[in-house]
């Protein structure tokens, strides 16, 4: 079992455990400091990762969250309470967060149910609408599971959407809706409690234990105010995305800095202006234009992904890389690569003719990030 005197001697490390619409997980490591940056995948798949590129799970001290889409969220909750560490967010985030989550916190079950059931009756004028149309219903993008408290890796408390389309839009309490629907069946004994309570007007909150939103530890930052974790400095910054509050990240550790920027519709002056004077950048680098448009996507989602609050694609990838990127990062890694309108060559070749149009780009290793395995750590 490592510990953290052992690790000191490590200096920095960035570790990759996947990146992609099923899954977004890094660790970054500075000193005896060590964060998770997002927490997409379940908690038994996430140690499993990290076991297997040398991480132990046991000596990370937080978890910091980018955005709320579940695929940077899957396994948060279950994770950060088996380990006891905080969890950072952004307040609006946070607030995003227990919403999709906690759909009853707010109310009486009674107005809760009600309505669940106008959700579920319009979800299902939606399928049947879509059906119509050839397209995929919500109920295929959906696998509803509740993950049991243990680390046991059946998924996490939240929906598991289909491949990138959790993100075509607001996320909606599936998961927590079935239950609810479950747990009315009950027996009448449980609505009689529901109803004295109800009557006395006291909204409904769930016991620690069995609140799905708990956490450890909350801390809240702000985009362009910069903080701490240990011997790791962060700087927050706004990015462009269809997402409460959504931040990346320029991580400073030993005077090693590393910028961190996926899921963000375009690339404004204000990211450009953090991505300078990195020894490491990771960019996303979404999908193909032309991949996409002849693509499976509904014409919603495809909409969705190209538009300024979306995904960046390989030619803007490219185009910052050759335009508005100052060349210094001794390692560039892609990242956010769609399994359905990309592929890993394309975005390859794209990125590096980018590169090789400027001589001083040359000494850039460019790596991608993978969805089903962890990248090689990154050691300076």
């Not at 001290?61 to 940077?72: K, L, P, Q, W």
């Not at 890796?153 to 609810?180: I, M, Y």
């Not at 240990?230 to 931040?247: K, N």
Request: glycine share 8%.
């Amino acid at each position: 079992m490592h510990s953290h005197s052992l690790y000191a001697h490590t200096m920095v490390r960035f570790t990759v455990l996947a990146s992609g619409s099923k899954g977004n997980a890094t660790v970054v490591s500075g000193g005896r400091t060590r964060i998770l940056v997002d927490c997409g995948l379940s908690c038994r798949e996430l140690f499993r990762r990290m076991r297997l590129a040398g991480e132990e799970p046991e000596t990370l001290d937080a978890i910091v969250i980018t955005h709320e889409h579940s695929d940077h969220v899957g396994g948060l909750g279950v994770t950060a309470r088996k380990l006891n560490i905080p969890v950072y967010f952004t307040e609006g985030t946070h607030r995003a967060w227990m919403r999709w989550l906690s759909p009853r916190r707010q109310m009486t079950y009674a107005q809760w149910l009600e309505q669940i059931r106008k959700q579920a009756a319009e979800r299902q004028a939606e399928a049947d609408a879509a059906a119509d149309e050839g397209e995929p219903d919500e109920s295929d993008l959906v696998e509803q599971a509740e993950s049991s408290e243990e680390c046991d890796g059946r998924g996490s408390r939240f929906p598991t959407l289909a491949p990138e389309v959790q993100n075509a839009g607001p996320s909606t309490p599936v998961a927590a809706a079935t239950s609810a629907q479950d747990d009315s069946k009950k027996g009448a004994e449980t609505v009689e409690a529901v109803e004295a309570q109800e009557e006395a007007a006291e909204p409904i909150e769930p016991a620690k234990e069995k609140d799905p939103s708990w956490l450890p530890a909350v801390e809240y930052f702000q985009a362009g105010e910069p903080f701490e974790i240990g011997e790791i400095d962060l700087s927050p910054f706004t990015i462009p995305h269809d997402a409460a509050d959504p931040v990346g990240f320029v991580f400073r550790a030993e005077g090693v800095r590393m910028g961190f920027a996926t899921d963000l519709g375009y690339i404004p002056p204000n990211v450009k202006a953090q991505l300078r004077g990195l020894d490491l950048l990771l960019l996303e680098s979404n999908h193909d234009l032309e991949m996409l448009r002849d693509g499976p996507y509904p014409w919603a989602v495809k909409q969705r992904v190209l538009s300024r609050v979306g995904h960046l694609s390989n030619e803007a990838a490219a185009e910052f890389l050759e335009n508005g990127y100052d060349g210094q990062a001794a390692y560039v890694i892609l990242a956010h690569l769609s399994e359905s309108n990309n592929l890993p060559e394309l975005a390859r070749v794209t990125a590096e003719r980018a590169l090789n149009g400027r001589a001083s780009l040359l000494a850039n290793m460019l790596l991608l990030a993978k969805q089903h395995e962890a990248l090689s750590s990154i050691y300076f």
